[in-house]
Nanobody, 121 residues
Framework: QVQLVESGGGLVQPGGSLRLSCAAS????????MGWYRQAPGKQREMVAI???????TYEDSVKGRFTISRDNVKKTAYLQMNNLKAEDTAVYYC???????????????WGQGTQVTVSS
């Protein structure tokens, strides 16, 4: 059974930094794109950053220059370094990954359980 487990969320003051981690575990044959999404209260879930298996990256406009997504394929982990955090970054952050559990399996999409990030003074 595949699991994505996020960690690193918490309470931080405006201008501060946090680093989120997303570790994939279970029977995994290969991992494709990995990404971070967020959902603030009363709002729809939105894409924050995506990193492909070839490590090309895409960012939501409001986080460009402040957030950096990366991955460690050996550790099967994705990271989101968040700098200069703002109140509007407050949300539950979810990890997402496309992966295969076997050489003959199809690619499926998985979500983590989410980690809360609160930016407040």
């Amino acid at each position: 059974q595949v699991q994505l487990v996020e960690s690193g969320g918490g309470l931080v003051q405006p201008g501060g930094s946090l680093r989120l981690s997303c570790a994939a575990s279970g029977s995994i044959f290969s991992i494709g794109a990995m990404g971070w999404y967020r959902q603030a209260p009363g709002k729809q879930r939105e894409m924050v950053a995506i990193i492909s298996s070839g490590e090309s990256t895409t960012y939501e406009d409001s986080v460009k220059g402040r957030f950096t997504i990366s991955r460690d394929n050996v550790k099967k982990t994705a990271y989101l370094q968040m700098n200069n955090l703002k109140a509007e970054d407050t949300a539950v952050y979810y990890c997402n990954a496309f992966l295969r559990t076997g050489s003959y399996s199809t690619t499926k999409n998985y979500w983590g359980q989410g980690t809360q990030v609160t930016v407040s003074s």
